[in-house]
């Protein structure tokens, strides 16, 4: 089995799962139960369930679906979206959760990051960085599901939230969200190299030969992915599925 770990991204907006382009334009995949299951036969790593529309909407977690998802998972469960408070964190992790992902949360308020390590431990601890290209070069923090700007640089932020008792990061380009063009190996290879805890890079995979430059050139410590798990063909067929074990460790050994 490889050493890297290889992470499923699953967006739900509302009860559904849904995947996106560039943050944008999300395509309907189907329930997330079902392919909770899937998952669960492929023997994944890990898996990552990010509720994309609740700080949107200005809601908090659908504790009660979260519940029902954690209960059907067989792997560590990451979840992310809505979480405001110390006390969602708590909820979430009573319910089976093993790490919570922090988004708008983690920018408003670092002092929640802190409080969350300190009563949970900073492996329970993922930040969350949305980050895309400045127009004239460098790139920019984005919260709020990726629509607002930040104003802050992915790299003094990293840092800033690893101070502050995150024990990860989940580094996702928006340029490269769901565009198969593989990863942003610069803003990976900066942000992994200015921290000491793991990056675990996610936007724009299309192969297994893209986890193997992330970790390779950017220096990741996982890999992240959506879109090559849900979709086949240039079409785009809704089919979820998983690189088997022997796929993996050709590539990432």
Known sequence: MSNTRVIPSLLLDGSGLVKTVRFRKPTYIGDPINAIRIFNEKEVDELLLLDISATRQGRGPAFGLVREIAGECFMPLGYGGGIRSVDDMRQLLKMGVEKVVLNSLAIADPAAVKAGAREFGSSTIVVSIDVKRRFFGGYEVYGHGGTRPTGLGP???????????????????????????????????????????????????????????????????????????????KHRAV????PSQDELRRALS
């Not at 030969?209 to 086949?232: I, L, N, Q, T």
Request: with cysteine; aromatic share 8%; hydrophobic share 50%.
């Open 155 to 233: 790299v003094e932020f990293a840092h800033r939230m690893e101070e502050a008792g995150a024990g990860e990061i989940l580094l996702n380009s928006i340029d490269r969200d769901g565009t198969f063009q593989g990863f942003d190996v610069d803003i990976i290879r900066r942000v992994a190299d200015a921290v000491t805890i793991p990056v675990v890079a996610c936007g724009g995979a299309a192969s297994v030969s893209d986890f193997r430059e992330a970790v390779a050139e950017g220096h990741a410590s996982a890999v992240s992915a959506a879109s090559m798990f849900v979709f086949h063909g």
């Open 239 to 242: 089919l979820i599925s998983y």
